[in-house]
């Protein structure tokens, strides 16, 4: 500010002096979070040109707590999409230094910036808003984390960006894990970066063992651009209107690209051990006739993150008694109607979320398309297959799980037979309470038909199978 105090965040405090010297003007007046414009040089030999972004396309979640509203006085911000532009490609000895990428954020990381004390350091200023006695025997500073943690999650959610929870990124990560140790047999990784900040010992990643190596190609964190540049004159910056301010400036390298990056070596390479894997390969596609008079069961998943996977698996293990060794976990994204037997007899159990705007999972976009595209006459193998759906998604969204219920709609379309209405979770509640209701009553109507007709179960293809 104008008494030289860091309004902003510390962390950034080098790069807005190197760009303030040089002829930028920071907005009026100055807030805690003002955006800083973004820098490109082309090239070695050519100026350095400033673009600022747009306030329209820049967009800052209030943060604000129902829970806990003292906290709305402090005025809060954060940005809505993490940006990350300090990073490399690193190709057969070939950097990419210009290889910015964006995903969403995780509610932790959103708290260590506004709480750390290189950053923010805002927990002195929750805490006497909140009233917390500030000594260690209190816990003041893990409660201001807690608070904070709910309010970021609260506030994009009411906003409808996306987010994550620290809970569920450690169980996406664990996902992960298992199968890249299944599928190469290694996966390294940087425990210090992967357990989150809150939490520790209460997420599974906390209890993972890991090697922290580094294999290539690999996108990594490069040196800041103050450090590697020598600032000589001016600089080229565009305003946001249409007028253009041209002064240049001509960037020297205080040091080689190379020594800069020496501090960034490559640990070495370690054998990975063998370890025991959580669950197997995911299942190729296998629809192989059923015998006569047989039903198969099939648990199909749609997933972005590999929580739909881990529903699968579970209600694999629950709905087995009911048909032992003809019962299949396959991913629906590889799945294939056309290869079902039509004189097979299939109870038909998918499990997905939803992502985007209503849309399915990526890796699902096909077979949804397909699925949504085939006409009641192309395939005749429908009028035997048994279905239920059960959804997983996000009520602040007005999509909420919107993939489950097209699946559903489609298959009713096609003239399945349809079980139970889609069992909808929303995380927001929790998805386990619902899910364990879908299997329970799954389970509930497949025992009644079999215990009122031990040896016939009906479709509309046929007038019974055998469930013996």
Not at 58 to 68: A, E, G, P, T
Not at 91 to 107: A, K
Not at 184 to 190: A, N, Q
Request: charged residues 25%.
């Amino acid at each position: 500010d104008d008494k030289g105090n860091i309004l902003g965040d510390p962390s950034q405090v080098a790069f807005t002096k190197c760009l303030i010297e040089k002829g930028w003007e920071p907005p009026s007046p100055k807030t805690p979070f003002d955006t800083l414009p973004v820098a490109i040089q082309a090239s070695e030999d050519e100026v350095v040109e400033l673009f600022s972004i747009p306030e329209e396309i820049c967009h800052l979640v209030d943060i604000k707590s129902s829970q806990c509203p003292q906290i709305d006085k402090l005025g809060l911000k954060w940005f809505a999409i993490p940006l990350i532009t300090n990073f490399l490609v690193d190709v057969g000895g070939v950097y990419y230094p210009c290889c910015p990428f964006n995903g969403w954020f995780m509610e932790s990381e959103i708290v260590r910036d506004l709480i750390d004390t290189q950053r923010y350091n805002l927990s002195s200023q929750i805490a006497n808003i909140v009233g917390l006695k500030q000594i260690n025997v209190s816990l003041w500073k893990d409660e201001c984390q807690l608070i904070i943690a709910k309010a970021v999650l609260e506030s994009f959610q009411r906003n409808n960006y996306s987010i994550v929870d620290h809970h569920s990124a450690s169980d996406g990560f664990i996902r992960f894990y298992h199968k890249e140790m299944n599928t190469r047999g290694y996966c390294p990784g940087d425990w210090g970066w992967i357990v989150p900040p809150i939490g520790g010992s209460t997420t599974k990643v906390f209890h993972q063992e890991m090697l922290n190596y580094q294999l290539k190609p690999m996108y990594r964190l490069q040196p800041a651009p103050q450090n590697i540049y020598k600032f000589k004159n001016k600089m080229k910056i565009h305003s946001s209107g249409p007028s253009l301010m041209s002064t240049e400036v001509t960037l020297k390298r205080e040091e080689s690209i190379e020594e800069a990056r020496s501090t960034y070596e490559e640990q070495p390479q370690e054998t990975t051990e063998d370890f025991n894997l959580k669950k197997g390969k995911t299942n190729k596609v296998n629809t192989a006739a059923t015998g006569q008079g047989e039903i198969k069961c099939l648990i199909l998943f749609l997933t972005e993150t590999g929580k739909s996977e881990d529903f699968a698996y579970e209600a694999a293990g629950l709905l087995q008694k009911f048909y032992k060794d003809r019962l299949e976990v396959l991913n629906m994204a590889e799945f294939d109607f056309s290869a079902l037997n039509a004189h097979g007899f299939y109870d038909l159990f998918i499990i997905t979320s939803t992502f985007g705007s209503g849309e399915s999972p990526s890796s699902g976009k096909k077979i949804c398309q397909t699925l949504k595209d085939l006409q009641l006459d192309e395939l005749k193998v429908f009028g035997n297959i048994r279905f239920s759906v059960f959804g997983l998604g996000n009520s602040n969204y007005e999509t909420f799980n919107q993939c489950a219920k097209n699946i559903d709609i489609n298959l009713k379309r096609l003239e399945a037979i349809q079980l139970l209405e889609p069992f909808l979770a929303d995380e927001c509640e929790g998805e386990a309470p619902i899910f364990s209701k879908w299997i329970n009553d799954l389970s509930r109507k497949i025992e009644v038909e079999i215990n009122s007709s031990p040896t016939a179960i009906s479709y509309k293809g046929n007038a019974s199978v055998n469930t013996m």
